[in-house]
């Protein structure tokens, strides 16, 4: 018998005369006019920041003079078409290669207000492992994209076709070391969070 | 590398004072006569590092703190935990179904899926995996079933090097010892200890105790291993039967490093591990790092559901005595586990006996009821480590009934005959007594008023257990019997 076989047989032989049924799950949220605060809320909880340009600054020209700032560093690479930086993104970049990265800068496919997080996709990064190896990343982020709770999050249909998704919560952080919080462990050192509409 | 003072992933919420850096940390058990680990006496040796253990006592405690504020700000908080008990009890009922579903998806994605028996059939089939794709070493993140597994010391034997990525899990690597929590494997070592580890494997100035410093060394020395490695792995917190995806939660981004840079991703998973609907992760991602270290999420929730681009992905789904557990009734709801460590937090033996003295991969409450049946010899003596005070099942986010499993397994261990001599003698005068009510409260009365009176060499000689280590309460002045007696009841 194989190992499938043999696993399958014990659960089989173990199973009650009648399952217990499989409760249906509430969807629990936030109102959508305390989608923005709640994001900005948790996010700067979770260890984010918030990039408030002034008004008289376009939400691109702030992350233009973000991006210029980061790249006196290192190479910066950008996957949002409108904010050409200074490492093109190929799709066929071995991820080993991005390790230079100083920063990474991508459009988030939406936002979780409950927790601060902010989704990519594969497709969104371009080559995932981008996000994880630079040392800060910039992302873009829809007022309307923002959904409620995890529940609301979980409804989103990218969760059935997407082959990556990371819902990111703040930089990369340990507190291995006794409790002291540090950002930068393996992954990001910094997220900020740039709003726009449509 | 910045230092932060707020108070999410795993960090405290206040400052707790660690120790001058000159005490030793205490080390795990030995094994007793009776080939049990011996977990009071590694405990005592706890105790007698008292910066240690009074630092591992506030740290878990202040985790459970801010677990208990997380649980205020939701007011559904006690509807989740019953929902998570109730859709993990329906895939208990029904998991073969729920494993062909998820592995038709997996398939359907372009992912391998193996199954293993038991722990070195799991080791095997990874094993060759990794020589097929010419592996020397592998990255991987932090995973129980691997330590359940044994899995570093199986591949060692291959030539193959492990290289775990989680901060705390490396310092326990470099240290050669085992993780002492599911979810803060150093969370034992004070920042001294760490400084003595990565002095001796990574050559860090020894003098040098900040943790900032040392995280950064780490990450320093890390990140080459990772880009060279031509594999990765990482567990599993969660498998969706419906769309195939593997979740994995992390604070460091070590699981998106070891499965999105190397070419291959190799995911080591418990068949218990499976939620049949997308819409369940929105139960299990609200509580699970909310239960374990009180931070709302995990910085990093990742949904791996194929393999990268030019790359392969396999998942290797493990028994290893799970099946059965489903088969034993009184243990079958320990399979609900979702390995979030609150039970370990709020432990008032594990709090003052430290991870490493269970001598198992699983320690604390859940490790009571989960160590047995892998080894009923080794582990005879786990479930005593408990005063059954019920505070793990109180904060269990999917209401496993915690330390009624604990008694059940005393009752079966002591049925076996596993139980010291001293213990069954003294079980044996305390049912004789405690079944004659008159001679009871005779012996009580009696008991109550030489106390006292008695000296002290003679309350707390080695007779007495309980009087190690604290102070007997003082009696009161009547037992009940005699009040009622006297006053019939009635209250002055």
């Not at chain 2, 076996?416 to 069954?424: A, C, Y």
């Amino acid at each position: 018998m194989s190992a499938r076989e043999a696993i399958l047989a014990a659960i089989a032989a173990a199973r009650p005369a009648e399952a217990r049924p499989l409760p249906a799950v509430p969807a629990w949220t936030i109102p959508l006019e305390r989608r923005v605060a709640a994001f900005t809320e948790a996010l700067l909880r979770m260890g984010g920041r918030l990039l408030a340009p002034p008004a008289s600054r376009s939400p691109l020209e702030a992350a233009q003079a973000w991006i210029a700032a980061r790249a006196a560093h290192g190479p910066v690479w950008s996957t949002v078409p409108e904010l050409p930086a200074t490492r093109s993104p190929d799709p066929a970049a071995a991820p080993h290669t991005l390790a230079d990265l100083e920063a990474c800068v991508a459009r988030a496919a939406f936002g979780v207000a409950e927790t601060g997080s902010v989704a990519f996709r594969e497709e969104d990064l371009v080559v995932a492992a981008s996000a994880t190896l630079a040392q800060h990343l910039l992302v873009l982020l829809d007022r309307s994209a923002i959904v409620g709770g995890l529940h609301d999050c979980y409804a989103r249909p990218e969760f059935a076709r997407a082959h990556y998704l990371v819902l990111h919560s703040g930089p990369s952080a340990t507190a291995d070391i006794e409790g002291v919080l540090i950002h930068g462990a393996q992954g990001v050192r910094s997220l900020s969070i740039l709003l726009t509409d449509g | 590398m910045k230092r932060v003072r707020i108070d999410h992933a795993e960090a405290r919420s206040r400052p707790i004072p660690g120790g001058d850096g000159r005490e030793a940390q205490p080390r795990g058990p030995e094994i007793g006569k009776r080939g049990a680990v011996d977990h009071a006496e590694a405990g005592r040796r706890f105790l007698a590092a008292p910066e240690h253990a009074a630092f591992h006592d506030r740290r878990l405690w202040d985790i459970r703190e801010k677990r208990d504020r997380e649980m205020r700000g939701i007011d559904e908080w006690e509807a989740l935990r019953t929902l998570a008990s109730d859709i993990k009890a329906h895939v208990l009922d029904t998991l073969d179904t729920h494993l062909a579903a998820f592995e038709r998806a997996a398939t359907a994605n372009g992912v391998q899926v193996h199954w293993a028996r038991d722990a070195a059939e799991h080791n095997r089939i990874v094993g060759a995996i990794l020589e097929a794709a010419g592996a020397r070493s592998v990255v991987k993140s932090k995973s129980m079933l691997t330590e359940e597994c044994g899995f570093r010391d199986a591949m060692d034997a291959r030539g193959i090097a492990v290289i775990e990525t989680d901060l705390g899990e490396r310092i326990q690597q470099l240290d050669g010892e085992d993780p002492s929590h599911v979810v803060m494997p150093a969370v034992h070592k004070l920042r001294s200890d760490v400084a003595a580890v990565f002095a001796r494997t990574l050559g860090t100035d020894p003098d040098n105790h900040d943790p900032a410093y040392l995280a950064e060394a780490q990450r320093q020395a890390n990140r080459p291993l990772i880009l060279e490695a031509q594999a990765g792995m990482t567990g599993a917190n969660f498998l969706v039967a419906e769309t195939g995806a593997v979740v994995v939660c992390t604070n460091e981004g070590n699981a998106d490093l070891s499965a999105r840079v190397p070419p291959v991703h190799i995911v080591s998973a418990g068949i218990e591990k499976i939620v049949p609907r997308t819409a369940d992760l929105g139960v299990f991602v609200r509580l699970l790092s909310r239960s374990a270290l009180g931070s709302p999420i995990t910085q990093y929730t990742s949904h791996f559901r194929g393999p990268r681009p030019g790359g392969t992905m396999h998942v290797v789904l493990v028994d290893n005595g799970r099946t059965a557990r489903l088969a034993e009734p009184g243990f079958r709801e320990a399979l609900k586990c979702i390995r979030c460590g609150a039970c370990m937090n709020t432990c008032p033996v594990y709090r003052r006996s430290g991870g490493l003295s269970y001598g198992a991969t699983y320690s604390g409450p859940i490790g009571l009821v989960l160590d047995p049946s892998l080894d009923r010899t080794r582990y005879a003596t786990l479930p005593f480590a408990s005063t059954l005070n019920g505070s793990c099942s109180a904060v269990c986010p999917v209401r496993i009934d915690l330390h009624g499993q604990i008694g059940r397994w005393r009752r079966v261990l002591a049925g076996e005959g596993r139980t010291s001599p001293g213990k069954r003698a003294a079980m044996k005068a305390a049912a004789a007594l405690l079944a004659r009510p008159a001679a009871y409260r005779r012996a009580v009365s009696a008991f109550g008023a030489a106390l006292p009176h008695l000296p002290r060499f003679a309350l707390y000689g080695p007779h007495n257990i309980w009087g190690r280590g604290r102070e007997l309460p003082a009696p009161p002045r009547e037992t009940f019997h005699a009040w009622y007696a006297r006053t019939g009841g009635r209250l002055p």
